[in-house]
């Protein structure tokens, strides 16, 4: 079996494994699975050098927290798995630290621990001449940054030793996400990159019809900024045609129609040598030097043998993807006609 190798992660000093394990609700196995079942999971993964596992207050309500900290007291090495969390500010205009505080209360209660290495800011960032807000939860640049923001509140926690790195997910709007990052207030960011949407690597151009990422990884990297590429098999569209149920779209235009129809285009395009299509999209991200690690949910027990199998074949060769550049500029799919464009 293939252990896993690991990579530097921006400016934090850690090292990560090349894939971390997903605990959200889109892949969901731990959350919805038995216990023996999602323990054999996490067991396999960590057994394979997966020793990070990222979760989040919200997944499942908390059950994923429950689950992971229930499975890490029941082993005598309980640290060799890292855990990373996240949290959201529910109220935009109230009082961050105490909302940070009392999440991480909860989260750490789940988790029966007292410390993780790294905990991410789980809202949405958007510019400060956005308005109305696209939700209530979004947050400005100036709301981030401020005196008393956002980040002054993960700073002060920090400072307490109740965690040692800031992280984002980087989604929202992306002239706020490279604001935020180039601010240097936070070392780890969490970027959406797979096939369907490559624009935090790759120039999108006039017509590009989803979020347009706008070069976010050159960014991240330009400040040491330690990434993790998420929905690598966007909501698992890139994986199988049937629906879960559990995808929940966080770009513009990205619901289950239009993401399948972008995803039949790109893998068509691609041909069947590769290998069926989950272990394409993640060895396209493991073939990025500008993610420190992809993040891959699992929805089944044979998910993580598919992931285990495309880490075994290695990164996409060199040039591989180039079939997919002019698709990506002119495919229906991904872009309207430059002639229906208007101001």
Wanted: hydrophobic share 40%; charged share 20%; glycine share 10%.
């Amino acid at each position: 079996m293939t252990t896993m190798q690991q990579r530097r992660f921006g400016r934090t000093g850690l090292s990560v494994p090349h894939i971390t394990y997903g605990g959200g609700w889109v892949g969901g196995f731990i959350i919805r699975a038995g216990e023996a079942e999602r323990e054999a999971m996490l067991d396999k993964a960590l057994k394979v050098g997966i020793d990070w596992i990222d979760t989040a207050a919200s997944y499942g309500q908390g059950r994923s927290e429950e689950v992971i900290g229930a499975w890490r007291a029941k082993r005598a090495d309980r640290k060799a798995a890292r855990i990373s969390t996240k949290f959201a500010v529910a109220d935009v205009t109230g009082d961050y630290e105490s909302q940070l505080r009392a999440s991480l209360a909860e989260s750490y209660r789940r988790l029966a621990m007292s410390h993780v290495p790294l905990v991410t800011l789980h809202n949405s960032i958007i510019t400060d001449t956005s308005a109305p807000r696209r939700s209530p939860r979004d947050l400005t640049v100036s709301e981030m940054l401020r005196p008393g923001g956002a980040l002054d509140a993960m700073d002060k926690l920090r400072r307490d030793g109740l965690y040692d790195w800031v992280g984002i997910t980087a989604l929202g709007e992306p002239a706020a996400l490279k604001a935020v990052v180039e601010s240097g207030r936070v070392d780890a960011a969490q970027v959406y990159y797979n096939l369907l949407n490559p624009t935090a690597d790759v120039p999108a151009g006039p017509g590009w019809t989803t979020t347009d990422f706008d070069g976010l990884l050159h960014t991240c990297k330009a400040h040491d900024v330690g990434v993790t590429g998420i929905r690598i098999l966007a909501a698992g569209v890139l994986a199988t045609r049937e629906r879960h149920g559990r995808e929940i779209p966080i770009t513009d235009n990205a619901d289950a129609a239009a993401e399948q129809m972008r995803a039949d285009v790109a893998l068509t395009a691609l041909g069947t040598n590769l290998g069926p299509g989950a272990e394409v999209a993640i060895r396209y991200g493991l073939a990025s030097d500008l993610m420190a690690t992809i993040e891959v949910g699992i929805g089944e027990a044979h998910h993580l043998d598919v992931a285990l199998a495309a880490y075994a074949k290695g990164p996409l060769p060199a040039g591989t993807t180039n079939v997919l550049v002019p698709i990506w500029r002119a495919h229906p799919a991904f872009r309207k006609p430059v002639g229906t464009l208007t101001a």
